[in-house]
């Protein structure tokens, strides 16, 4: 059999890996030099300058003639490279981007070359069975009381949640004895104003009502809040549904997950727990008792390309009994033939609402079976703690202002006065010089400058650089 070019072969086989070995090469080089070129968190510029630098280094895109594989990976990878937001520089932390472990980036080489779609079992065997088990290891963390619990896997958090708003509404009453097909008022969604937007946009493409917002003064869900908004609304709506946040976007807040769980109780209201960003704590022995209550809750979002360090992406939405569940049974023949499941064939198509998806949980699984819960509890460790650190130097510093203590690895900070425009114009001005990445987050008091930790290996002096980067910008 002859061997095909290098740009036309391909990835599988036993001849897969001997392709792939020379063009690694050129994409590991190319990765390094771009880096060096870039030379910080961000590329200078600012949108303008990045977008003219990609024209020109890959113009034309779509040549008559190739230019072959290693021109056109050097040249794009490092391109991409060149220009690209690096979460591993200390000093890009706007967001809950996660830097990725070398070792589930590798594994994720693996899952691209072996390219199994996980719809139906036959396109993936062992890639099906590992999800399977890694989904329930997982899930177990959640619920360590529960005797079969489950994890689908998704794309992020907003997939979770909204798979969680469509368990609710589908677990809801449906129709009547006399009109089965009549349906009963719609589920009423209540969540707090620190929810991810994903819930009232999840509503929304569901169908339902918009969610009933609640406020949170202080970046969480209050009890007695939540206690009169379900009493007021007893007899008066459809069956409810409360959502609470373990670890906000803006400041990464815990609502009081306990109470919240007994007030739905009292209730009858279904409980869903976001806890994309605050769930790894359970791998953590330190921190973990902060999601006291988390298994009280019916469905429970977990995103792993935060606190988890996973290439994106690394969702799951985990459930106590997989039962739960069985509103996403879907049947196609082609890929889930009622009689290939009654003989054993593994339904996948019903663990999702896509159809094709990638082997997302080889990543997570390596990541498991190397680090172990502890190891990954002392990543989740550190980067809690360069938090707590940052929040320390900003205290210590007279030309700042911290906004409260952080609870998971967010802190919100602001120059000391700082009106709103002045606080926009620093984070604008940082990043068109590519000096460093800073979110915003709005609340009750003001417009305030985010730094999301996420980079387990940041050091106290490259938190002080970040505060003498931002500190040269302020206006005297």
Not at 358 to 383: C, F, M, N, Q, S
Request: charged share 15%; hydrophobic share 40%.
């Amino acid at each position: 059999m002859s061997v095909p070019p290098a740009g036309t072969a391909l990835a599988g086989g036993t001849n897969g890996p001997r392709a792939l070995r020379p063009l690694l090469d050129t994409v590991l080089d190319a990765l390094t030099t771009g880096a060096e070129d870039r030379a910080g968190p961000l590329p200078p510029g600012g949108p303008d300058t990045v977008a003219r630098a990609v024209r020109d280094a890959c113009h034309p895109l779509l040549p008559e003639h190739g230019t072959g594989p290693h021109a056109a990976l050097r040249t794009l990878v490092h391109t991409l490279a060149a220009g690209a937001a690096d979460p591993a520089d200390p000093h890009c932390a706007a967001h809950l981007h996660c830097p990725p472990l070398a070792l589930a980036t590798a594994a994720d080489l693996a899952a691209s070359a072996l390219n199994p779609s996980m719809d139906s079992w036959d396109q993936a065997p062992a890639a099906s069975a590992l999800e399977a088990l890694a989904g329930h290891a997982l899930a177990a963390l959640v619920y360590p009381r529960a005797a079969r619990p489950d994890a689908l896997i998704t794309t992020g958090g907003t997939e979770s949640n909204q798979l969680a708003l469509l368990l609710a509404r589908e677990a809801a009453p449906h129709g009547s004895a006399t009109d089965p097909h009549r349906p009963t008022r719609p589920l009423q969604i209540i969540c707090g104003a620190n929810a991810h937007h994903s819930i009232h946009r999840s509503a929304w493409l569901l169908g339902l009502p918009a969610p009933l917002t609640l406020p949170t003064p202080d970046g969480i869900l209050t009890p007695d809040t939540v206690h009169t908004c379900l009493a007021n609304l007893a007899g008066r709506t459809g069956p409810l549904l409360l959502t609470a946040t373990a670890g906000t976007t803006d400041s990464g807040a815990i609502d009081p997950l306990p109470a919240l769980a007994d007030i739905a109780d009292r209730h009858g209201a279904r409980f869903h727990v976001d806890a994309a960003y605050g769930g790894p704590l359970l791998f953590s022995d330190t921190h973990r008792t902060a999601l006291h209550g988390l298994d009280r809750a019916h469905t429970v979002a977990l995103d792993l390309h935060k606190l988890g360090w996973q290439p994106v992406a690394a969702g799951l939405l985990a459930v106590p009994d997989p039962t739960t569940l069985a509103p996403l049974a879907h049947q196609a023949d082609y890929l889930n033939a009622d009689d290939d499941t009654e003989a054993g064939l593994p339904d996948l198509l019903s663990r999702s609402l896509r159809t094709t998806r990638r082997p997302d949980i080889l990543k997570i699984a390596v990541t498991l079976k190397a680090l172990g819960r502890h190891g990954l509890g002392e990543l989740v460790d550190r980067a809690l703690a360069a938090a707590r650190t940052l929040a320390d130097l900003i205290e210590a510093h007279p030309r700042y202002e911290l906004h409260s203590r952080p609870t998971l690895s967010t802190v919100l900070f602001r120059p000391t006065g700082a009106d709103h425009t002045t606080l926009a114009t620093i984070r604008r001005t940082l990043l068109n010089d590519g000096q460093a990445v800073l979110g915003r987050a709005t609340t009750p008091t003001g417009l305030w400058l985010k730094a999301t930790l996420l980079n387990p290996h940041t050091q106290p002096g490259d938190l002080t650089t970040l505060l003498k980067l931002v500190e040269g910008h302020i206006p005297r």
